[in-house]
């Protein structure tokens, strides 16, 4: 039997004062995350037709059960980030057209690649996960607690539960496709993929959001992942940011390093994501969800908040 819980978490975006920029003291971390919201639905709605596709497949009944539990959470990050998305949408309806972008493009790869691809996708970009999230989650205090809770919160239970299911997608591609190096095919395709995406969303955003509410911290994003995309981000963070406003202010360089080793280690031969180094927070959310459910959509308000401190 998996281990995997589902939860059903219900966040507060009813009414029309959800913020584009949730953090303003770390605008390029706000804006990383609105890029998140955006890229969750259509993503996770890839990742659910593809292991549905997959589980008449499967012949351990482990990885079945395991399989089954991992798309009914991916079901419900992208139910909540979809939520997000119409709260903001409210504001700036033109953001709909930007999310129904971003599903369109997924659903072209649904329809026109093999159920082995796809798989292998899902199993590229969910391995980076672990050690991406895990600086954000070491540093939960300077990134999340300053912003508004109820985006903070829906972004702390996503990132704890991609941890959680950090192995799920690899174990669907090895029970239907097990070759490393197909998968490693995949990774060109996946890159030329998010490429579109970043395109997609960072159009979208300085389009449809007027620079006084902050369409213009679009530029923190990269328009894409070619080189002059990625100068143009940094030196919009250096611009338009400000001092200890970037993304990763504050974090030592040896976690940086760490973070980009493990992403690399992520896509290597035989890497096994059950024993990646993980985030003592996500424990922490776990056993306080489990103690009181009502916390996780608010999670500075309701229980005990931080890291744990009474």
């Given at each position: 039997?998996?281990?995997?819980?589902?939860?059903?978490?219900?966040?507060?975006?009813?009414?029309?004062?959800?913020?584009?920029?949730?953090?303003?003291?770390?605008?390029?971390?706000?804006?990383?995350?609105?890029?998140?919201?955006?890229?969750?639905?259509?993503?996770?709605?890839?990742?659910?037709?593809?292991?549905?596709?997959?589980?008449?497949?499967?012949?351990d009944r482990a990885?079945?059960?395991?399989?089954?539990?991992?798309?009914?959470?991916?079901?419900?990050?992208?139910?909540?980030?979809?939520?997000?998305?119409?709260?903001?949408?409210?504001?700036?309806?033109?953001?709909?057209?930007?999310?129904?972008?971003?599903?369109?493009?997924?659903?072209?790869?649904?329809?026109?690649?093999?159920?082995?691809?796809?798989?292998?996708?899902?199993?590229?970009?969910?391995?980076?996960?672990?050690?991406?999230?895990?600086?954000?989650?070491?540093?939960?205090?300077?990134?999340?607690?300053?912003?508004?809770?109820?985006?903070?919160?829906?972004?702390?239970?996503?990132?704890?539960?991609?941890?959680?299911?950090?192995?799920?997608?690899?174990?669907?591609?090895?029970?239907?496709?097990?070759?490393?190096?197909?998968?490693?095919?995949?990774?060109?395709?996946?890159?030329?993929?998010?490429?579109?995406?970043?395109?997609?969303?960072?159009?979208?955003?300085?389009?449809?959001?007027?620079?006084?509410?902050?369409?213009?911290?679009?530029?923190?994003?990269?328009?894409?992942?070619?080189?002059?995309?990625?100068?143009?981000?940094?030196?919009?963070?250096?611009?338009?940011?400000?001092?200890?406003?970037?993304?990763?202010?504050?974090?030592?360089?040896?976690?940086?390093?760490?973070?980009?080793?493990?992403?690399?280690?992520?896509?290597?031969?035989?890497?096994?994501?059950?024993?990646?180094?993980?985030?003592?927070?996500?424990?922490?959310?776990?056993?306080?969800f489990d103690a009181?459910?009502?916390?996780?959509?608010?999670?500075?308000?309701?229980?005990?908040?931080?890291?744990?401190?009474?």
């Open positions: 039997m998996t281990e995997l819980q589902v939860r059903r978490v219900r966040f507060d975006f009813a009414g029309d004062d959800v913020p584009f920029v949730w953090h303003p003291t770390r605008p390029a971390f706000a804006m990383q995350c609105n890029l998140i919201s955006f890229f969750a639905p259509g993503f996770e709605k890839f990742i659910v037709d593809a292991t549905r596709e997959a589980i008449p497949l499967i012949r990885v079945v059960d395991e399989a089954t539990a991992y798309l009914r959470q991916e079901a419900q990050h992208s139910a909540a980030h979809a939520s997000h998305i119409r709260a903001l949408a409210r504001r700036w309806p033109g953001l709909r057209q930007t999310a129904n972008e971003v599903t369109a493009s997924f659903d072209r790869l649904t329809a026109t690649n093999p159920l082995a691809w796809r798989l292998g996708y899902t199993a590229v970009v969910e391995a980076t996960f672990t050690p991406y999230f895990k600086v954000f989650l070491d540093h939960e205090d300077k990134l999340f607690a300053p912003g508004d809770e109820r985006v903070a919160s829906l972004f702390l239970w996503h990132f704890v539960e991609e941890i959680e299911h950090r192995s799920s997608a690899l174990r669907v591609y090895d029970a239907v496709h097990d070759s490393y190096p197909y998968r490693v095919k995949t990774i060109a395709g996946v890159i030329r993929h998010i490429d579109e995406i970043l395109h997609i969303i960072t159009s979208g955003f300085r389009t449809h959001v007027p620079e006084a509410d902050g369409g213009d911290l679009a530029a923190l994003i990269p328009d894409g992942l070619s080189p002059r995309a990625l100068r143009a981000a940094q030196r919009a963070a250096r611009d338009l940011a400000g001092p200890g406003q970037a993304t990763y202010a504050g974090v030592p360089r040896r976690e940086l390093l760490a973070m980009i080793v493990g992403l690399v280690r992520s896509q290597a031969p035989h890497h096994d994501p059950t024993f990646e180094d993980l985030p003592p927070f996500a424990d922490h959310w776990f056993e306080r009181e459910p009502r916390s996780a959509a608010r999670w500075y308000t309701v229980g005990v908040g931080g890291r744990g401190e009474p």
